[in-house]
């Protein structure tokens, strides 16, 4: 069933509100409903506003708490948001939303301990919450406790598998189907979808029944990314593909050639492409003479499958040091990766990242670290213009800085993994090679902080953003 209300009851209803406020300006109620239709109607400035109106009367009012807190988050105001969901939690500390709201935003900031307490909370007070055994399961499979998380998406996902997002929109919404695993390991397809178009359901692919049938539904964006974590999800994606019939954006079975392992293999002998040999072995198999075997030598990487921004993840530099290294990584299965050294001239590693948009590749960072192990959140890039500049280049012309060569080659690398929206993580050898880092489905388009330091960056994230939301408008066969 869809949320969407018609532009013209909208604005009859709201009129009716203004009347009352006009007479009455302390009425709560009718100020909150106001503001839940502003916000309903993508008014958020005003939606805004109208929820601090509200407030400044009734300072504890745990419906304009969270809904304000839910427009900041929108905005990109992440701590502002905290702080109004740690007060609706001061005010109502028996409300489970609050406790929900305030544990995901904990969640989403690295505050993981005060989360793991909020979803906790919630449990204590209702043992069979959902949004709390789904916020807890992704928080413990992110730390690697694998089993207990297990033991949460059942109640969180079982009999509710299906969740309808709030349309954002005046004209009538597409609707649109979101797949996306229990798992960690899904796309942020906030990011790209525009919720002031489409309308979306999004469905928790291990938990599909095909006795409920589908919500409806004129276009399919298929959400899970992560192949080597989610393959029980992306197999039963493909069912709900067959049963649907819609146009599909990142077919399942294409993502599910894009683990470690298999981008290796099929990946291997690209020209111009250097892709480390990886061996994905059960714990106990993992010693010196298996990876000599295997052809892997000394420096080596060492990785527990499905996580990324470098999480379980360790360098091991003999195979005296493989023993400590293993134990120290969560699961059953390990993944010893070829290391393929990135290092410059001046002594610093560079990771660069290209976006794929439909059949495109777009520049979106390079990052510059002390250190092997690159991410952009720990790099050096915020204390050195010089490589600020270097990104800046890149970004404005790839293949003056790459070379038409790696340019080729990364185009090579698109073509092979057929992802409709993707990237692919990068180094460049000495002589213009790619060192494939990463390529999947996972990778967003992160909007750099405001600080005018960044504004290099911010036209090319938003060219990304842009190019997703103007293909999943085609998929669609919406016109203009």
Not at 259 to 269: E, I, K, Y
């Amino acid at each position: 069933m869809s949320n969407w209300i018609p532009p013209e009851t909208r604005a009859l209803v709201l009129a009716e509100l203004e009347r009352r406020l006009a007479v009455e300006p302390e009425a709560v109620g009718a100020r909150f409903d106001r503001a839940c239709l502003l916000a309903g109607a993508g008014r958020n400035d005003e939606a805004e506003a109208e929820y601090l109106a509200l407030l400044a009367r009734e300072p504890d009012h745990a419906g304009a708490l969270n809904n304000l807190g839910a427009l900041l988050l929108l905005g990109g105001h992440r701590r502002a948001a905290r702080l109004v969901y740690a007060e609706a939690v001061k005010y109502h500390p028996d409300d489970p939303m609050g406790r929900v709201n305030l544990a995901n935003m904990l969640q989403a900031l690295g505050e993981i301990e005060p989360a793991e307490a909020q979803y906790r909370a919630v449990l204590a007070l209702d043992p069979a919450h959902p949004e709390a055994h789904r916020g807890l399961a992704q928080l413990l499979s992110a730390r690697g406790d694998e089993a207990e998380a297990e033991q949460h998406r059942a109640p969180a996902f079982r009999d509710r598998p299906v969740t309808l997002l709030s349309y954002r929109g005046t004209a009538a919404p597409v609707p649109m189907l979101v797949l996306v695993s229990a798992r960690n390991g899904n796309l942020a397809y906030e990011t790209i979808v525009d919720q002031s178009v489409f309308e979306v359901s999004v469905l928790v692919a291990e938990y599909f029944d095909r006795a409920r049938g589908l919500p409806p539904h004129r276009l399919i964006l298929n959400a899970i990314g992560e192949a080597d974590l989610c393959r029980p999800a992306l197999e039963q994606a493909q069912a709900v593909v067959r049963l649907s019939g819609a146009p599909v954006v990142n077919r399942p079975e294409a993502v599910l050639a894009t683990g470690r392992s298999g981008n290796a293999g099929r990946l291997q002998g690209l020209p111009g492409v250097r892709v480390p040999a990886t061996l994905e072995l059960p714990r106990r198999e993992i010693d010196p003479d298996r990876l000599a075997a295997a052809g892997l030598a000394f420096p080596l990487l060492l990785r527990a499958p499905g996580f990324h921004m470098g999480r379980h993840f360790t360098g091991v530099a003999d195979p005296e040091a493989l023993p400590a290294a293993a134990a120290s990584l969560p699961g059953e299965t390990l993944m010893a990766i070829e290391y393929l050294d990135s290092q410059g001239p001046d002594g610093f590693w560079r990771k660069y990242r290209a976006m794929i948009v439909d059949g495109r590749l777009y520049p979106l960072h390079l990052a510059v670290s002390r250190g092997w192990k690159v991410h952009y959140f720990s790099a050096d890039m915020a204390d050195s213009p010089e490589y600020r500049a270097e990104e800046a280049a890149y970004l404005a012309d790839p293949e003056g800085s790459l070379g038409a060569g790696a340019m080729a080659a990364l185009d090579r690398i698109r073509a092979v993994l057929d992802l409709d929206y993707g990237g692919i993580d990068f180094g460049l050898s000495a002589d213009g090679e790619i060192l494939l880092f990463e390529a999947n489905a996972t990778m967003i388009a992160a909007l750099p902080s405001p600080d005018p330091i960044w504004d290099y960056r911010r036209g090319p994230a938003e060219s990304v953003r842009a190019a997703a939301r103007r293909m999943l408008a085609a998929r669609a066969g919406m016109v203009g």
